[in-house]
Nanobody, 123 residues
Framework: QVQLVESGGGLVQAGGSLRLSCAAS????????MGWFRQAPGKEREFVAA?????????YYADSLKGRFTIYRDNTKNTVYLQMNSLKPEDTAVYYC???????????????WGQGTQVTVSS
């Protein structure tokens, strides 16, 4: 069992940056691949980024977000991060972290989910 708690969301102006954190409970964190997803009002949940089990592991991004978002993890702190730069109003969404046994863009392969953190980017 893994419990995930996101933090770091908030209101930011376009062009600004935020760093989201996702803290995991339990010693099993390092065996899980981690992903970030987001869901904007009226839209389906979409893949943002994912990272394999190791700190400094392989990373994967939605094509539209490459170069602006960076995912990384610190297994000593049981935490995965999402650094978001050059934010745009269209990045406004609830951001969720998720833990799974494989790295995929499909949300249904992730077993554990956090409650989400709101990111609002003003123009």
């Amino acid at each position: 069992q893994v419990q995930l708690v996101e933090s770091g969301g908030g209101l930011v102006q376009a062009g600004g940056s935020l760093r989201l954190s996702c803290a995991a409970s339990g010693r099993a964190f390092r065996v899980y691949a981690m992903g970030w997803f987001r869901q904007a009002p009226g839209k389906e949940r979409e893949f943002v980024a994912a990272i394999t089990t190791e700190s400094g592991g392989s990373t994967y991004y939605a094509d539209s977000l490459k170069g602006r978002f960076t995912i990384y993890r610190d297994n000593t702190k049981n935490t995965v991060y999402l650094q978001m730069n050059s934010l745009k109003p269209e990045d406004t969404a609830v951001y969720y972290c998720a833990a799974g046994t494989v790295v995929r863009q499909e949300s249904n392969v992730y077993r554990y989910w956090g409650q989400g953190t709101q990111v609002t980017v003003s123009s």
